[in-house]
RNA sequence: GAGAUCAUAGUUCAAUUGGUUAGAGCACCGCCCUGUCACGGCGGAAGUUGCGGGUUCGAGUCCCGUUGAUCUCGCCA
């Protein structure tokens, strides 16, 4: 045996025990004739003590940093005690070492803070996660998992897996693909989740399912985004909606519960996609502040009179298709310089507005304003009362055309709300967004497509829109999304189960019943032997762990993430592979 | 496909309007040190300023190109 405790358990109850530890090697602090050491695993750090003796041991064999030693000796309490570190009232006074295996100076400091940056930190990844916040955060990840696993188990759900080699479709994401040696010239997908495998186990009869799995989307990366990332993937048979709300809203507060002991005990707000958008201009809202959108003047409706009786006309807001608002609590003291912070905010081209329109609500029941010379001090007084705005508040107004301006005006309440500190990621805000829209228009492709997917079912009041192409705006799903502070974390729907509206489908996404035959043939012929009706959800795993670990990047609860480009810059993957391989494969 | 920021010692950063021999912290190496735990003291080594070109008497600094990194928009059913 290698050690008979770890790095992380000796306390004053094993003083006077002998003990065996095995560990890396964090600090060495010589004093001449004695010299102190960390020896750190993935339990803890344990202070080495070596004396006299054995320090004379040290100069003929010295130890560095990442060193793996082996220590046996006496735990001991400590003269001066360390309330720092967990073993901090004892150390183990060296009595025999061995150097297990050297190492080379690491090429950062493997501590709690490092001075590595992210590339060499990526490059070095079995380094980095020797770090403990690393350490903490792959284990919050295994905790998140088990959690899942517990309460799905609880409730009946199957873990069954499905297959990674599969088929390409046209829909959604772009495929990762894979080359077929034995069927040359022919190549399987990586799936972008496991979709109709789950679907067609419920046809199966296999009612609840889940799955903790990887997926594979080829599209440009983000901070939160990786090319291959984790599901938790449910389906359910014989559910309504109702009933896919609440036993997995009763997910989230298991693993809320269990993980970082909140406990939430109110049912999770449901709010519309159409109320989403109105009142926080995205489809994931952050209810942690308040801070709504008034919608001054929507598609060229004026809601708020006032705005169209500007003294002399005011052209930006005579020409906006849409003017928005938000009220900013306490601001009227912003000064000009930071109110110009926050026009060149929007000015960036991500943002894309020209300007910022500001109206001060001073504390003296006075209105300072870009646009005095537009509205008089009532006028001013109007629009403060429309957006809900009292003293000692600032009114933000965008103006523009309806789709960016609202987008714009999403991002500047979310910027506002970091500006005043409003979006703590200890608060957690979990709400569901509801009764989205079954098709979106595509602008590029000119065409429908789905919103969520293709074998979501819209509301059973809706399909009769279906055979009018003017009304697929109108047309609502039964999907919906788990949003916790502004970030999606889940989405699912109920599904179609019957051939001939999936068929119906197919048909209004602009698919032939050839190609409808020929991509997704299997799941319409299940639907034609005993399809129940079903419907299930999935959630973006990693994502839900850096919300939970409080963090905004997914990489570092991913043990070997990949870069911004989808590169593993420690394997150098993807790389070229050689001649023989490529004819082997047909493709050259 | 696009925008922003960045690239200087092992590492994290600095270097005034373009001006002497490119500096500092940490890490590393050597010597000293019996209670440290961010140990301390003294000394030392360490650089093709990402790469290629240009402007200039002179470029880490300005310009063009290129490669890579981070963040974002488009994209991600």
């Known amino acids: 045996m290698y050690r008979t405790k770890n790095c992380g358990e000796l306390r004053m109850q094993h003083v006077g025990e002998q003990v065996t530890l095995a560990g890396w090697v964090q600090t060495v ?47 001991v309490e400590r003269s001066n005690k360390n309330n720092k570190i967990p073993t901090g009232e004892v150390e183990v006074e060296v009595a025999s070492f061995k150097i297990l295996n050297a190492a080379e100076v690491p090429p950062f400091t493997i501590e709690e803070n490092t001075d590595g940056g992210d590339e060499l930190r990526m490059k070095y990844r079995y380094l980095d996660l020797r770090r403990p916040t690393l350490r903490r955060n792959l284990e919050l990840r295994y905790k998140v998992n088990r959690s899942v ?34 069927n040359q010239g022919q190549f399987y997908a990586l799936p972008q989740s496991p979709q109709t495998f789950k679907q067609l186990l419920m046809v199966s009869g296999y009612d609840r399912y889940y799955q903790v799995v990887k997926c594979f989307r080829d599209e440009d990366l983000r ?34 519960k269990d993980v970082k002991g909140v406990d939430i005990t109110y049912a999770f707000p449901r709010i519309t996609f159409d109320d989403a958008m109105w009142h926080y201009g995205n489809d994931k809202p952050d209810i942690r502040f308040e801070m709504k959108i008034q919608n001054l003047k929507v598609d060229g409706a004026v809601n708020c009179l006032t705005i169209a009786q500007a003294i002399g006309g005011f052209k930006v807001f005579d020409e906006a298709e849409t003017i928005l608002a938000i009220c900013v609590p306490g601001a009227s003291e912003y000064t000009r310089k930071q109110t110009d912070e926050i026009t060149e905010w929007a000015k960036r081209p991500q943002i894309g507005m020209t300007g910022v329109i500001n109206i001060k609500c001073n504390n003296d029941g006075t209105f300072k304003s870009t ?36 987008k714009a005006m999403s991002e500047l309440r979310l910027e506002m709300g970091n500006r005043l500190g409003l979006r703590n990621h200890d608060d957690y805000k979990p709400l569901w967004v509801i009764d989205f829209p079954l098709f979106e228009y595509d602008e590029d492709g000119n065409r429908w497509v789905a919103r969520h997917h293709p074998f979501t079912s819209p509301k059973p009041e809706h399909i ?12 609502k799903a039964n999907a919906y999304d788990i949003v916790l502070n502004g970030t999606e974390i889940g989405g699912g729907s109920i599904r179609i189960f019957q051939r001939h509206l999936q068929e119906k489908m197919f048909a209004a996404l602009g698919m032939s019943k050839e190609e409808a035959q020929e991509k997704f043939g299997f799941l319409m012929g299940a639907f034609e032997y005993g399809a129940p009706p079903h419907g299930g959800i999935a959630f973006g795993f990693d994502r839900l762990c850096a919300l939970l670990g409080g963090q905004e990047s997914i990489r570092d609860f991913i043990a070997f993430p990949k870069n911004n480009s989808g590169r593993d810059v420690m394997l150098d993957a993807p790389s070229a592979i050689d001649e023989a391989q490529m004819k082997e494969l ?3």
């Open 29 to 75: 602090r010589k004093f001449g004739s004695i010299t102190f050491s960390d020896l750190r695993d993935r339990y803890g750090i344990t202070q080495l003590y070596f004396n006299e003796l054995l320090n004379s041991q040290l100069d003929s064999t010295p130890i560095g940093r990442e060193y793996v030693l082996q220590v046996t000796g006496k735990v």
């Open 149 to 182: 696993r517990n309460y799905l188990d609880t409730l009946g759900f199957w873990d069954i897996e499905t297959p990674f080699l599969i088929k390409s479709t046209p829909e959604g994401a772009r495929d990762f693909v894979v080359p077929s040696r034995m």
């Open 223 to 256: 901070a939160d985004r990786q090319p291959e990332f984790t599901q938790v993937d449910c389906e359910m048979s014989f559910v309504e909606q109702e009933d896919i709300l609440n036993t997995f809203e009763g997910l989230f507060k298991h693993v809320f």
């Open 371 to 406: 646009v005095d010379k537009f509205f008089s001090a009532e006028q001013q007084a109007e629009i403060a009362a429309f957006c809900g705005a009292g003293k000692g508040d600032l009114i933000l107004l965008l103006a523009g055309k309806e789709t960016r301006t609202r």
């Open 464 to 475: 009769e829109l279906m055979n009018d192409l003017s009304r697929y705006g109108e047309i």
């Open 586 to 588: 047909g493709l050259k």
